[in-house]
């Protein structure tokens, strides 16, 4: 099992309209969770940590299931100005500095 | 808006040769990180360094790599002798804690 995993995409998603996807991870003692973006030929820009007990940014949801090992985000309302890689973080360690990325899942609202 | 700088932002190199990426992180900042991403591919971690030693490193960062901090600014990765497959983008992170990352605009290595 790969220790950050996600569905490449690309997500095909109509403007105006609900996204989600997920990301697992492998290993079950890690404690930090965030979500990036990544423009093409740009570097990764955080969007948002991700909580507990869940939390939300704007149009932006984000939730952690710890007993299944994923953390998934939600993307309402979708704008043009979405469209990027979404990439997934997670400290694979519990008391340690290991952020390591997802392959990144990709979206692409379109008008 | 403090941000993390790097230079250069392209370098072009002849394999075997020695590289210097050079970062300077945001200044309050204490976790520094080097991550590379070949192009098409994920984003990769390398190595983390946190109270003038390194804390982290993958399997990539082996005995060809090295980071310093000389200066208490600067940050470096060095790539003591190139290989083609060392082409990629690297980006400097910087971190005021254990988790939310700040990227520099990267480094782009070609080795020829």
């Known amino acids: 099992r790969k220790e950050v995993e996600q569905d490449p995409g690309p997500f095909n998603v109509p403007e105006g309209a609900t996204v989600a996807f997920n990301c697992t991870y492998s290993?079950?003692?890690?404690?930090?969770f965030f979500w990036y973006r990544q423009d093409c030929r740009k570097e990764p820009k955080l969007l948002m940590s991700?909580?507990?007990s869940g939390n939300e940014d704007g149009r932006f949801t984000a939730q952690l299931n710890r007993a299944s090992q994923y953390i998934s985000l939600l993307i309402r309302d979708s704008k043009l100005s979405d469209s990027a890689t979404y990439l997934c973080?997670?400290?694979?360690?519990?008391?340690?500095?290991?952020?390591?990325f997802g392959g990144g899942t990709r979206v692409l609202v379109k008008p | 808006e403090p941000e993390v700088t790097q230079t250069p932002s392209h370098q072009v190199t002849q394999m075997g040769q020695e590289v210097i990426l050079r970062c300077v992180p945001i200044?309050?900042?204490?976790?520094f990180y080097w991550y590379r991403q070949i192009l098409g591919q994920k984003v990769e971690f390398l190595v983390s360094?946190?109270?003038?030693?390194?804390?982290?490193k993958s399997e990539i960062f082996d005995d060809q790599f090295s980071v310093e901090r000389p200066d208490g600014s600067n940050f470096t990765l060095k790539i003591r002798s190139t290989k083609l497959e060392d082409s990629a983008m690297y980006f400097c992170?910087?971190?005021?804690?254990?988790?939310?990352?700040?990227f520099g605009e990267g480094s782009r290595l070609t080795v020829l």
């Open positions: 991700v909580y507990s």
């Open positions: 200044s309050n900042h204490l976790y």
């Open positions: 992170a910087s971190s005021p804690g254990r988790g939310e990352l700040f």
């Open positions: 290993n079950s003692a890690s404690q930090s």
């Open positions: 973080v997670v400290n694979l360690r519990a008391a340690g500095n290991k952020l390591t």
């Open positions: 360094f946190y109270n003038n030693e390194i804390s982290e």
